[in-house]
């Protein structure tokens, strides 16, 4: 069966540097989106992407994120300055088609130390 | 996207019928109601969907109400697999429809061997 997969499955970064999380979506997916859960908290939807351009963004993902699909296979998430609350899990999703289910990755764990 | 709200927690005993509420009163026409869930960090997993009509799948049957201001979740045999943090999102489609899924804090659910 057709994962999503993210590379890497743990990141440890200094606060200040930057960082890229690769996710590779399902083949036949259009529809691309990250999403990131702090510790015990909510999953919070970041960003989408589709046609290559982002479709719809969250107030998070302010000018220190960005998303890149660079190749056709990899979606990227940057975060240019790292600071201590990026610390979570980052989590990649796709779908075929609007409407029709998001399929997650295993998430990337960001540690900033 | 309608708010929805769910009880915080339960309790299932193996192999019973595990149903979660979930009241989404503010629902409009034209939004579904997403089941998701989530075990332990993992990536959120799709479960099922529906619009008005009850849905059923290999994973779990929906029981939406007539007047579509509820829903129930039924996972018809719990196993301990089950355990997981359930999510219903009321979801529309605006624009692309690449839109961002909105979670809550679900139901944290439990089944006791």
């Known amino acids: 069966e057709p994962e999503v997969t993210q590379t890497p499955s743990h990141q440890v970064t200094q606060m200040g540097q930057e960082v890229i999380l690769r996710c590779v979506p399902i083949s036949n997916h259009l529809y691309f989106y990250w999403y990131r859960q702090i510790l015990g908290q909510k999953v919070e939807f970041l960003v989408s992407?589709?046609?290559?351009?982002?479709?719809?963004k969250s107030e998070i993902f302010d000018d220190q994120f960005s998303v890149e699909r660079p190749d056709g296979s990899n979606f990227t998430l940057k975060i240019r300055s790292t600071k201590l609350e990026d610390s979570a899990m980052y989590f990649c999703a796709s779908v075929r088609d609007k409407g029709n289910e998001q399929f997650f990755g295993p998430g990337t764990r960001l540690t900033v130390l | 996207d309608a708010k929805t709200t769910q009880p915080p927690s339960m309790d299932c005993a193996e192999g019973r019928a595990a149903n979660l509420p979930c009241n989404h009163s503010?629902?409009?026409?034209?939004?579904?109601v997403y089941w998701y869930r989530q075990i332990h960090s993992q990536g959120p997993q799709y479960i099922i969907h529906?619009?008005?009509n009850n849905e059923t799948n290999e994973m779990a049957s929906l029981i939406i109400t007539e007047d579509r201001k509820s829903s129930t979740l039924i996972l018809p045999h719990a196993t301990l697999r089950d355990t997981a943090v359930y999510y219903c999102?009321?979801?529309?489609?605006?624009?692309?429809?690449?839109?961002?899924?909105?979670f809550g804090k679900g139901t944290h659910l439990i089944i006791q061997p």
């Open positions: 503010t629902i409009s026409g034209n939004e579904y």
């Open positions: 992407f589709y046609n290559n351009e982002i479709s719809e």
């Open positions: 999102i009321v979801r529309g489609f605006r624009g692309g429809g690449a839109d961002g899924l909105t």
């Open positions: 529906g619009l008005k």
